[in-house]
Structures are given as structure tokens and as C-alpha cells.
T-cell receptor
């Protein structure tokens, strides 16, 4: 247990569905992140929130829409995804600062049919 | 620009040593090392900062040569529990204040009895 939880752990959706991934951190951190992890590819940073404000968006398609209502919760809203979006989506949190040790959640395994 | 890790995979017997390398084409401020076991979240191992320091964590240690823009992770007397994928993440000195690491593709380490 890293103090970061993600739900659901597995998700199968069609290309026309709308779904949301949820992340919650219990560590009192002020920065939260979404990463995409595909097979044989490096971890890809998608979005960063510091104190609820989005500070980075790494050219992510608009079919992915993040939401950070407070510093403990982070959502990733999904709509009209493509099969190539199938991957493990990892949430992480950290105490923003120079060292930036990140604590990762277990991830949501997403399959887009 | 992502760092390059080598080797891509290592297979060991218990008790043997291994070295995993991480190289960057840019000047580095810090190097982060994580381990991810199959089906689990990446777990932070250590951060090394500019200044060429060496850090240790049980029988896992790492060095950072900022002149060569390289870091090496040393696993001595490997145990079965060391199996997993090791990721390095690098933070460049010219990132405009962002301390979020860019991750390599990972090195898969398998330790056999």
C-alpha cells in the first residue's frame, strides 16, 4: 500500500462509451499526476496538478479530460477512446519540491474494444 | 528526451550481482530510480542529485556521474524479491523549473533460485 488508491482496477469499454478513472491519495501531498503505461514503452506523463491547478498537459488528446476537485482526488474522464488507448493508467502523488519522490497507485488496466 | 537504459533485460541466479545503466543526452539535475513488480505500482527506490553522490538502499545502491550524464544502479547478492522492472527517471538542468522526471523504457530483471 503506497497511500494512493485507484478505481476501478480493470475497465473494459467500447469506443463510444464514457467512463471515469478515480484516484485518491491519503498522504497529504499537493501534486498529483496521470501517467500512461503501454507495453514496452516508457511511462508517459499525461497531466500534472499542483494545488488543484493543472500545470502540465503533455499534448494529450482531448478525449482524455482530467479533473482535480481538491488536492486529494484526481479523475480522468474518458470518452470516444480508440483501441490504441488501451494501457495501464497510473496515478501518482508527491509533495511538490525539488526532490519529487512520487508515490504511485496500483493503476487501472484499461481495454478499449 | 527520455533517458536510455541498458541492458533491456537481465537474468540472474540468487546471489549474483547486476548493474543497470541509465544515460541521458542532456545535463542532469537528478536521477530517480523506481522498481515495478509485475501487476504492481512502481515503487520509489532513491533519488540522486547533481554533485555525483552515491546512495544505498539495503543491497541496492546507485551512483550518478553528472559529467557523463549517467547513473548506474547496483544490485549485489540479488534476492528473488529483486525481480521486476527497474526504471530510471531523469530531470534536466534546463527544464524551466519542472522537477518531474522523464522515464526510460525500463530494464527487466529476473532472479532465479
Amino acid at each position: 500500500e503506497t497511500g494512493v488508491t485507484q478505481t476501478p482496477r480493470h475497465l473494459v469499454m467500447g469506443m463510444t462509451n464514457k467512463k471515469s478513472l478515480k484516484c485518491e491519495q491519503h498522504l497529504g501531498h499537493n501534486a498529483m499526476y496521470w501517467y500512461k503505461q503501454s507495453a514496452k514503452k516508457p511511462l508517459e506523463l499525461m497531466f500534472v496538478y499542483n494545488f488543484k491547478e493543472q500545470t502540465e498537459n503533455n499534448s494529450v488528446p482531448s478525449r482524455f479530460s482530467p479533473e482535480c476537485p481538491n488536492s486529494s482526488h484526481l479523475f480522468l474522464h474518458l470518452h470516444t477512446l480508440q483501441p490504441e488507448d488501451s494501457a495501464l493508467y497510473l496515478c501518482a502523488s508527491s509533495q511538490e519540491g525539488n526532490y519529487n519522490e512520487q508515490f504511485f497507485g496500483p493503476g487501472t488496466r484499461l481495454t478499449v474494444l | 528526451q527520455q533517458p536510455v537504459q541498458s541492458p533491456q533485460a537481465v537474468i540472474l541466479r540468487e546471489g549474483e550481482d547486476a548493474v543497470i545503466n541509465c544515460s541521458s543526452s542532456k545535463a542532469l539535475y537528478s536521477v530517480h530510480w523506481y522498481r515495478q513488480k509485475h501487476g504492481e505500482a512502481p515503487v520509489f527506490l532513491m533519488i540522486l542529485l547533481k554533485g555525483g553522490e552515491q546512495k544505498g538502499h539495503e543491497k541496492i545502491s546507485a551512483s550518478f556521474n553528472e559529467k557523463k550524464q549517467q547513473s548506474s544502479l547496483y544490485l549485489t547478492a540479488s534476492q528473488l524479491s529483486y525481480s521486476g522492472t527497474y526504471f530510471c527517471g531523469t530531470v534536466g538542468t534546463a527544464t524551466g523549473g519542472s522537477y518531474i522526471p522523464t522515464f526510460g523504457r525500463g530494464t527487466s530483471l529476473i532472479v532465479h533460485p
